[in-house]
């Protein structure tokens, strides 16, 4: 089994795009495919962002933030 770890400056940069994701702010493409690229070699940043999608997906339905959609 091979560990992956990450330097804090990344760990920082992704958990503030996966914070910004979670919220409805904007997450350029670029953004989304870094950490797609990382979701996909380490599951902790997988279960972060599927945390962050269905955090936002509630927001939305309450109301209290504006659909991605348009």
Request: glycine share 6%.
């Given at each position: 089994?091979v560990?992956?770890?990450?330097?804090?400056?990344?760990?920082?940069?992704?958990?503030?795009?996966?914070?910004?994701?979670?919220?409805?702010?904007?997450?350029?493409?670029?953004?989304?495919?870094?950490?797609?690229?990382?979701?996909?070699?380490?599951?902790?940043?997988a279960?972060?962002?599927?945390?962050?999608?269905?955090?936002?997906?509630?927001?939305?339905?309450?109301?209290?933030?504006?659909?991605?959609?348009?």
């Amino acid at each position: 089994m091979v560990v992956r770890s990450l330097t804090t400056a990344t760990r920082k940069r992704i958990k503030e795009i996966i914070h910004r994701l979670a919220t409805g702010e904007a997450v350029s493409l670029d953004e989304r495919a870094q950490l797609q690229k990382y979701a996909i070699h380490i599951p902790f940043i997988a279960s972060m962002v599927s945390q962050a999608l269905k955090n936002r997906s509630e927001l939305e339905s309450a109301g209290l933030i504006e659909g991605s959609e348009g």
